[in-house]
């Protein structure tokens, strides 16, 4: 029998009170054990490091926003509080940690700022080495200032890509003992209001997920300057779907063949298939994901299952992928977990 222990970031606004963590049994084909891991406000998102010995959460504490640090115990999945660091305004929206979990950096949607973080040898974190304030707008009324919704590192580790859906931008900056440099600018479509963004295991292509146009955009990047390029926009809603649609979560299958992209409104999860030589993306279907606004999901680590989070219907789905078609197979849903909103499971 094999299992693989999961995390679950959550809204605390109503019901929850934290980091929830789950099992995902490969025999049985379910999810089990749905418990809260961590008592933490408002951790939406969170990354585990890739020696599965810390989580990182964002996190509010009162009037202010952060991170938090917990030690991991990988055969139990249990989480031990370290430290956190807060700053004035809204807690960040996402947080990553880099290969040697050395540097931890936030993005914060509500005050236009990216920050990272050294860490101690215990995985806590040291104190606040940048903070980058960024300026600019787009064309939709969303678009009034920046929302940095993305912040995460290079899979050759040289740089951090920040994301920012507020004024249609792609940022790299050079990252040298925590500290961040910008290095380059990638300019998406006026309005898109790029998300996230996910690396091919290639390290060459890149895709974003845009949210106010629902389309995957499909880039090159250089790893000599840290610069992207163009290659391809595709829909991710049908193009006569005419209800409310943001875009959430992407993610690359580990082998590249495939590209998953969500969609909150759709509620559903749109499948490609990816061209090796160039990148581009060719559609392959839609799946329901069985529930309200799928704000994200996640691979597990043998490539077999994805787990999608039901943020207003207070769920996950579990699938099963056929890793030859890139398809989706429903196995379960209804899973319970309450306002649910970012998925990862411990690393293999």
Known sequence: MTNYIGYVGTYTKQESKGVYQFTLDTDKKELTDVTLAAEVDNPTYVTVSGDNKNLYAVSKEGENGGVTAFSLDSSTGGLTKLNSHSTA?????????????????????????????????????????????????GPHERQEKPHMHYAGFTPDGKYVIAVDLGSDRVYTYGVRNGELTEAAVFETKPG????????????????????????????????????FSEQQYIPAIPEDFNETNDGSAIHVSQDGQFVYAGNRG????????????????????????????????????????????????????????????????????????????CVKFLNR
């Not at 949607?109 to 707008?137: A, K, P, R, V």
């Not at 996230?196 to 292509?205: D, E, R, S, V, Y």
């Not at 787990?307 to 207003?312: C, G, I, R």
């Open 192 to 227: 898109s209001g790029p998300r996230h963004i996910a690396f091919h295991p290639n390290g060459k292509f890149a895709y974003v997920m845009t949210e106010l146009s629902s389309e995957v955009l499909v880039l090159h990047y250089d790893e000599k300057d840290g610069r």
């Open 266 to 341: 759709h509620n559903s999860i749109a499948v490609y298939n990816v061209d090796q030589d160039s990148g581009k993306l060719t559609f392959v279907e839609w799946t329901s994901t069985e529930g309200n606004w799928p704000r994200d999901f996640v691979l597990d680590p043998t490539g077999e299952f994805l787990v999608a989070s039901n943020q207003k219907s207070n769920t996950l789905t579990l699938f099963g992928r056929d890793q030859e078609t890139g398809r989706l197979q429903l196995l379960q849903s209804g899973v319970k977990v309450p306002e649910p909103v």
């Open 89 to 137: 305004g809204a807690n960040p929206c996402h947080v990553s940690v880099d290969h040697e979990s050395r540097t931890v950096v936030t993005a914060n949607y509500h005050t236009t700022m990216i920050e990272s973080y050294l860490t101690n040898e215990d995985g806590s974190l040291q104190s606040l080495i940048s903070s980058i304030e960024h300026g600019g707008s």
